[in-house]
Structure formats: C-alpha cells, structure tokens
C-alpha cells in the first residue's frame, strides 16, 4: 500500500511551547486529514484540508495542505496537557475511491 | 445520534473460533468503512460501502474476513477461523455529509484478542 511518512515519530515538550510536526508521501493526494488518538480509543477529527495549499485552523490547531499535493503539515500553538496522545495524518490518493491511508503517527508527550 | 458505536468494545477468543463485531454509523453518513489497527501502527483499511454496496476491498482482507451492510445502515465484520495475528483493534469509520464528504469519523473500536 501507500506509504505515509510522518514525521518526527514523538516528541516531549514543555507545556506552552508550540508544536510541529508533517506527513510527506511520494504520491499525490486530493484530500488530508488530521486525527488524533487516545489510547483506547478510535481517532478523533481535529481538521480536514481539500486543496493545495489550503491552510486551515481549528483553535490552537493549524494544518496545511502542500502545495506540491504531497504533503501536510500540522501545528499545535501553546501546548497544554491534554493535547498529549497520538497524532495521524490521512491521505486520499487521487487517483483512488473513497481509501485513506494513514501515517504511522507522531506521539506527543507535554511535560507541565 | 451522536456519534458511530461500536460493539463489543472488548473481545477475547480462542484460535479457531468464528468473532462477529457490529459498527453503527452517524445516521445521515452513506459510506461506512473497517480498519485494523495494530500497536504502534496507524490505522489500515479494509473495507469501504456506500450505502449497502461493498465497493472497495483492501487485499489485507483475507477469505477468512467477510463485511456486510444489508440495509445500508449498521454494518458487521466477521472473522472466521481466527488466527493470533488476526489480535488488533478493529475501527469503523462513517462519513458522507453534504459538503464533508470526506470527513471520516471513527468509533471507539473493538479490541480482538486471540489466544
């Protein structure tokens, strides 16, 4: 299947520093989606981007849509405790049906 | 409706038995989609339907794995003959809103654990 490199694999930052992290693939996609994900639980949408170059916010959450169509990036602005968890981009091929692929996940720890 | 549920949450079985999960979508979302998802990994696709058309199968759905969706609402993943690899969180995920079409949202899953 597709692969979907996400990037850095963890983190551990202070409370109140920003955060950043990115999905990069060799192929071209037509929609990304971020998630994040509890242990024990399914993903949660935190932001959904449907055209290059697309930038789009949701409170202290901001993500890019590449302009190169290869790429997606997510930036978490003064962190706070429960942001902690496991962060997953997802990408739609265009050249595919309605499949996602996802990246393997970028965990965050935020020490208080 | 508030969101897709899923059920069980937790499922321990011996190799070589036959497990059933049940996924039901947001009420207003056509497509309906399984994933597996195993420890450190990211989730992976096995099955896709819109309304109760299977469309899209994922070469990671053995013979073993059979979906339905009869009546285009809830919908079941089987296993049959399970194996120990076959342990691993298996996710539904429902979407098809006007104007969000894309946008997937997922259940809490089921947890599988084969013995």
């Known amino acids: 299947g597709q692969q979907l490199n996400q990037s850095p694999q963890s983190m551990f930052i202070q409370e109140g520093e920003d955060v950043s992290m990115n999905c990069t693939s060799s192929s071209i996609f037509n929609t990304w989606l971020w998630y994040k994900q509890d242990p024990g639980e399914g993903p949660v949408l935190l932001i959904a981007l449907y055209k290059a170059g697309e930038l789009t916010s949701n409170g202290r959450l901001t993500a890019q849509f590449g302009i190169t169509r290869k790429d997606s990036f997510l930036n978490i602005s003064a962190s706070i405790p429960s942001d902690v968890g496991i962060y997953f981009c997802a990408g739609q091929l265009y050249t595919a049906g309605n499949q996602f692929y996802f990246g393997t996940g970028t965990s965050l720890t935020v020490i208080p | 409706d508030t969101g897709v549920s899923q059920d069980p949450r937790h499922k321990i079985t011996k190799r070589g038995q036959n497990v059933t999960f049940r996924c039901d979508p947001i009420s207003e979302h056509n497509r309906l989609y399984w994933y597996r998802q195993t420890l450190g990994q990211g989730p992976e696709f096995l099955t896709y339907f819109q309304n109760e058309a299977q469309l899209e199968k994922s070469r990671l759905l053995s013979d073993r794995f059979s979906a339905e969706r009869p009546k285009g609402s809830f919908s079941t993943l089987e296993i049959q003959r399970t194996e120990q690899g076959d342990s691993a969180m298996y996710l539904c995920?429902?979407?098809?809103?006007?104007?969000?079409?894309?946008?997937?949202?997922f259940g809490p899953g089921t947890r599988l654990t084969v013995l």
């Open positions: 995920a429902s979407s098809g809103l006007e104007g969000q079409s894309n946008e997937q949202f």
